[in-house]
């Protein structure tokens, strides 16, 4: 057991959720940002990200010090994925009863996840970010619903079939000797 009350497994759990939402949304910011809309190379997307401690000057710079801001900006990608699976873990795995509730909590988590990063952390750190409600707002709110607030939910609260089990007292005979 940890310092928290985690054990070794739920902190399995907490990884595994965690890396799956830093790939999935890493992959879906790349087809965005690079791929379709030609905003970003590889490096620049990562140095977006850098850009929430550093500002514009995460762009300011190539070559290595460019790839290491990059580095930086992956290394805070992957610290934030781990943070949204271990908030999911403690606060609101228990809400995740049933296969029905733990896919409605993911999605809803996920799209909460992308309006507090869109309407409370990016403007905070001063990081230029699509307006409210335009641009790549909606795609991305979709995309946090089923690619990071689902799998965490999956991943780190479990599937589970049916209700959870309820413990009953054993049957008492009427009758019976004491």
Do not use: C
Request: aromatic content about 12%.
């Amino acid at each position: 057991m940890s310092s928290v009350g985690l054990s070794r497994r739920d902190l399995r759990r907490i990884l595994i959720a965690g890396t799956a939402v830093a790939v999935l949304d890493a992959a879906f910011s790349f087809l965005a940002y690079v791929v379709i809309d030609g905003r970003y190379d590889f490096e620049s997307l990562l140095q977006y990200t850098a850009s929430g401690l550093l500002g514009n000057d995460a762009f300011a710079h190539q070559g290595i010090t460019g790839w290491a801001i990059a580095t930086l900006g992956f290394s805070m990608h992957f610290a934030i994925s781990l943070t949204v699976a271990a908030v999911f873990f403690v606060a609101l795995r228990r809400f995740a009863t049933s296969t029905t509730r733990t896919v409605a909590l993911g999605l809803l988590y996920g799209a909460g996840v992308w309006v507090f990063n869109a309407g409370v952390v990016l403007p905070l750190t001063g990081t230029r970010h699509e307006p409210f409600l335009g641009g790549w707002y909606i795609p991305f709110l979709v995309e946090h619903a089923l690619f990071v607030g689902l799998p965490v939910a999956i991943l780190a609260g479990g599937l589970r079939r049916g209700p959870l089990p309820v413990k009953r007292d054993p049957p008492t005979v009427i009758g019976a000797a004491t």
